[in-house]
């Protein structure tokens, strides 16, 4: 199996602007936290995470910040997850989604709040939430279903109740993106409780219609207030990994047809900035499937979710994995994500060591243009020296400090160079105007270069170089 992997991921050109997003989910504890007793240990374990992430060239975290009615952040609309320890070390108070955010930041990543939508979970979750739970608080917004609790979709109340709490996120912290889960209802069979509602609303559609312009309605909400408040900040979600039925394959189980996600309309829309369809299948279940997305993503940024779960659960080979990349990366997606990240990082099938091969460089972000097309100013005065512990320093200036910004950084052996050739990328993301660099001493002797992207992902020209030789007695 690896020999293919190395075969494939040499045979595939590796971009140089490519998402490489993991799920990091919280619920349950299932990838974090693990340590229930210290807020210390859980702040290592997260840092151990984003790490190994980082050593790997992942450039987007999806941080599990809301679960079903329970929250991993310091909310005054719902209650914090009992499983955070918060308050009990040195009294002082942990707010893991502010953790995450300056964490991942430090290292160049990307992090977007992954927010589980409409279900609330099970009669004796809901109970141990107690007054707080929304189903308490606001008991008109929410319907229980075979014994499960959900928000109502087609309750104009329950887009206000989600906003808020979009709103308050956005509000309050540097989030890059809002990225919504379950935003569907909850089964195929179209037997959710919603007569009622259909009948005060529905004005003459059929009901298939009805809840899907229901979840658009609130798609469409929820995106134009986060962009009054900060534009630059990417909405996404998660639909089912298959659209529509094709070619009478895939029947039962689709987005638009059975839970009334109606994602293709929120693109052409312009209401959603990507798409990460759960694209957990393979073979005649994946491949048409991506190509009907990524036709119909009005340009937008269209990134398969790959089930890295199912070499576990379903007994996949690391080839039906890697197969998935290579065909991600050859027919026009922007790159790819993994649920979930320990399936991932416990390196499960072999699957770590093939990303050393499809993931040997940083990559970019593909940059929003429908947002913002302006190009931000080049950088300038770039200062190269070698330090008394052995370490290469680059240092610049930038003309602009109070923007919301990173850096790259660029390493050629010529002057005759150009930014879309991954191996010629050295960092991504940074936020601050040095970089740090272990070389070893020898006569070799590189142009190092280096460009600004803005918050929409939009990059700057190249700076003026600067050449050094890794000497230390020639400079």
């Known amino acids: 199996m690896l020999f293919y992997s190395l075969q494939s991921a040499h045979s595939t050109e590796m971009p140089a602007t490519e998402v490489r997003a993991v799920w990091l989910t919280t619920n349950y504890g299932l990838d974090w936290p693990r340590n229930r007793t210290s807020q210390e240990v859980q702040k290592r374990e997260l840092i151990a995470i984003l790490d190994s992430l980082k050593r790997y060239n992942f450039n987007t975290v999806f941080f599990q910040a809301r679960a079903r009615g329970e929250v991993y952040y310091n909310s005054e609309i719902e209650p914090l997850s009992t499983l955070i320890v918060s308050g009990r070390d040195r009294n002082t108070k942990f707010d893991p989604l502010a953790f995450a955010i300056e964490e991942c930041h430090k290292r160049g990543m990307e992090c977007h709040a992954w927010l589980v939508t409409y279900p609330l979970g099970n009669e004796r979750h809901v109970r141990s939430l107690g007054s707080v739970s929304v189903t308490r608080k606001k008991p008109s917004v929410t319907k229980k279903f075979k014994g499960e609790w959900f928000l109502d979709p087609g309750n104009p109340r329950t887009d206000d109740y989600l906003i808020s709490i979009v709103k308050e996120i956005v509000t309050k912290y540097d989030i890059d993106g809002i990225h919504m889960d379950y935003i569907r209802y909850p089964d195929n069979r179209g037997q959710f409780p919603d007569d009622e509602l259909y009948r005060v609303y529905g004005k003459g559609k059929s009901k298939g219609d009805w809840r899907r312009d229901n979840i658009t309605r609130f798609v469409t909400k929820m995106y134009d207030t986060v962009k009054e408040i900060k534009p630059w900040v990417q909405i996404s979600s998660a639909p089912l990994g298959r659209y529509r039925t094709l070619n009478d394959r895939g029947r039962g189980w689709t987005a638009h047809e059975t839970v009334y996600q109606d994602a293709v309309k929120w693109l052409e829309l312009g209401k959603h900035d990507a798409l990460y369809p759960m694209m957990y299948y393979k073979d005649d279940l994946f491949y048409p499937y991506l190509d009907d997305w990524v036709s119909k993503n009005n340009n937008r940024i269209l990134v398969p979710g790959l089930g890295a779960y199912q070499m576990i659960e379903l007994k996949w080979t690391l080839k039906d994995i890697t197969d998935q990349i290579d065909y991600s990366r050859n027919n026009k ?36 243009s429908w947002l913002s097309d302006s190009i931000p100013c080049k950088p300038f005065d770039i200062r190269a020296q070698r330090l008394d512990d052995g370490l290469f320093e680059l240092k610049w200036d930038y003309k602009d400090k109070q923007k919301r910004i990173t850096f790259n950084v660029y390493r050629s052996e010529t002057e005759d160079f150009c930014t879309d050739k991954t191996n010629k990328i050295l960092a991504t993301g940074l936020k601050e105007n040095v970089f740090y660099l272990p070389v070893e001493n020898s006569d070799e002797a590189f142009y190092y270069y280096i460009t600004v992207s803005d918050s929409y992902h939009n990059e700057s020209e190249v700076s003026s170089p600067a050449f050094y030789y890794h000497s230390e007695t020639i400079k």
Do not use: V, W
Request: a positive charge; zero cysteines; proline letters at 8%.
């Open 333 to 368: 997606a922007q790159g790819q994500a993994y649920f979930r990240t320990e399936n991932l990082l416990t390196n499960t099938n072999g699957i770590l060591d093939s990303l050393k091969l499809y993931y040997r460089n940083p990559a970019k972000l593909p940059p929003m």
